[in-house]
Antibody
Framework: EVQLVESGGGLVQPGGSLRLSCAAS????????MNWVRQAPGKGLQWVSY????????YYADSVKGRFTISRDNAKNSLYLQMNSLRDEDTAVYYC??????WGQGTLVTVSS | DIQMTQSPSSLSASVGDRVTIACRAS??????LNWYQQKPGEAPKLLIS???NLQSGVPSRFSGSGSGTDFTLTISGLQPEDSTTYYC?????????FGQGTKLEIK
């Protein structure tokens, strides 16, 4: 079964760091473009970051550029999002997605003192 | 950045009705337009890709059309389980951008 499972969310203070993981099964992440998308409580969807299947291209939303880093471990078939210098406005459910067709269940990140 | 604007933001319709949701891009996205359905507490579900390509397993009452800057999602024969929120998204260029969402309610 093709599946994505996120983990690593939690409560963190402003200025803190968190690393999200997305474990893929049923397919190889290095053969698909992968995205991180977030959704603040009660709000719409916001794209966060993208990594091309080849790894040759990586993009970020302006709101996270310089603070977040997307990466992947092909051996572990996992996608990651390293989030540093977290702000209140980063509070959201974070989803990993295979292009737009397969989504994980999401992991909640709460930034609060 | 390409701005995506959905209309209406919310609507109410009856079971069996034909419903149309519009999505307009601030510049051409060719046919790089996806439609998602999201139920409360769940991840978005891709309904339609490339403006009109119905995803496997999605009921045929859903359809999409358009190209360039103007797109529509149509539900023909509304069902109670269709009551939820719908988003359009352009995948033409980075940053990938979503519409603000359309909340569909059943009368």
């Amino acid at each position: 079964e093709v599946q994505l499972v996120e983990s690593g969310g939690g409560l963190v203070q402003p200025g803190g760091s968190l690393r999200l993981s997305c474990a893929a099964s049923g397919f190889s992440i290095n053969t698909y473009n992968m995205n991180w998308v977030r959704q603040a409580p009660g709000k719409g969807l916001q794209w966060v970051s993208y990594i091309r299947s080849s790894g040759s291209s990586i993009y970020y939303a302006d709101s996270v550029k310089g603070r977040f880093t997307i990466s992947r471990d092909n051996a572990k078939n996992s996608l990651y999002l390293q989030m540093n210098s977290l702000r209140d406005e980063d509070t959201a459910v974070y989803y990993c997605a295979r292009a737009g067709e397969i989504w994980g269940q999401g992991t909640l990140v709460t930034v609060s003192s | 950045d390409i701005q995506m604007t959905q209309s209406p933001s919310s609507l109410s319709a009856s079971v069996g009705d034909r419903v149309t949701i519009a999505c307009r891009a601030s510049q051409s996205v060719s046919s790089y337009l996806n439609w998602y359905q999201q139920k409360p507490g769940e991840a978005p579900k891709l309904l339609i890709s490339a403006a009109s390509n119905l995803q496997s397993g999605v009921p045929s009452r859903f359809s999409g059309s358009g190209s360039g800057t103007d797109f529509t999602l149509t539900i023909s024969g509304l069902q109670p389980e269709d009551s939820t929120t719908y988003y359009c998204q352009q995948s033409y260029s980075v940053p990938l951008t979503f519409g603000q969402g359309t909340k569909l309610e059943i009368k």
